[in-house]
């Protein structure tokens, strides 16, 4: 088993959440947690890490929200105008009134918005064989499969080396033609009615990113979007430099009885 194991990861055709989940199951055999390609791969410099300890009075409310299976039951606290909220709103309020950040809570939809919107006409590609089978399909029938990369490789290849290379003005740009020429359109990828999208935050992000850290990103969302498009930040985060640079930040919150997950580590 040991051997199967190495053997996939030692295969560049095995990719993102499938690599993760072989360099786990091979370090849990082994029993350790430095000898795997896996962790060599996806491994992060704890350090560089910013950890801000965020005070906030605690509330016995619990608050109640309705959901299709029942009701999903969370903890509030007092943020720090004495209000009640939850642990996102407050960080957001903390960055914005002690940092000077503007944010969003938003999680995955940011980079799946720009993915979306910056290579949407590889994604919505009607010459790609079976996958288009309705004129009602949100995205095409491989989406969330090997194939979805695998039957348009040379053109995410290309799109990617491009977005790498683009500087900020034109990678701007790029983002607002694919606004204006796709608004409206129903899909897997954008929601036209977000915060996300009426606030102007996608294009201060997408601006303080920059090209070479969003291609990097685009890449693993193409190669495995099933795996790679869940987990990401909770927050982020913008602020404007005296330069007209963006300054980004993204935020995982967690409460003092959370903790982080393997996806959310190797996200930041």
Request: net charge negative.
């Amino acid at each position: 088993a040991l051997e199967y194991a190495r053997r996939g990861l030692a295969d560049e055709t095995v990719k993102g959440g499938s690599r993760v989940s072989i360099g786990r199951q091979l370090r849990l055999a082994e029993k350790t947690s430095s000898s795997s390609q896996e962790q060599e791969e996806f491994s992060f410099p704890k350090e560089n890490f910013k950890e801000t300890c965020i005070k906030c009075g605690h509330n016995t409310l619990v608050r109640a929200s309705a959901t299709r299976t029942g009701l999903s039951l969370f903890n509030t606290y007092s943020d720090i105008l004495g209000l009640e909220n939850n642990v996102e709103a407050i960080a957001l309020q903390y960055y914005q009134l002690v940092e000077g950040f503007s944010g969003v809570h938003a999680e995955n939809a940011v980079m799946l918005t720009l993915f979306g919107l910056l290579a949407w006409e590889i994604i919505f590609a009607e010459d790609v064989p079976v996958v288009w089978q309705t004129p009602y399909q949100l995205a095409p029938l491989d989406v969330l499969s090997p194939m979805f990369y695998r039957s348009r490789a040379e053109r995410f290849d290309h799109k990617i080396e491009f977005i790498a290379a683009l500087p900020p003005d034109l990678l701007v740009e790029m983002l607002e033609n694919a606004i204006k020429a796709h608004a409206g359109v129903r899909n897997f990828f954008v929601g036209w009615s977000s915060d996300l999208m009426e606030s102007g935050a996608l294009v201060k992000i997408a601006r303080g990113l920059g090209g070479p850290i969003l291609s990097k990103i685009f890449r693993l969302l193409a190669e495995d979007l099933r795996y790679w498009s869940g987990g990401m930040p909770d927050l982020w985060l913008w602020r404007d430099l005296p330069d007209g640079a963006v300054e980004v930040k993204a935020a995982e919150v967690k409460s003092e009885t959370d903790h982080l997950q393997d996806l959310s580590l190797i996200h930041i």
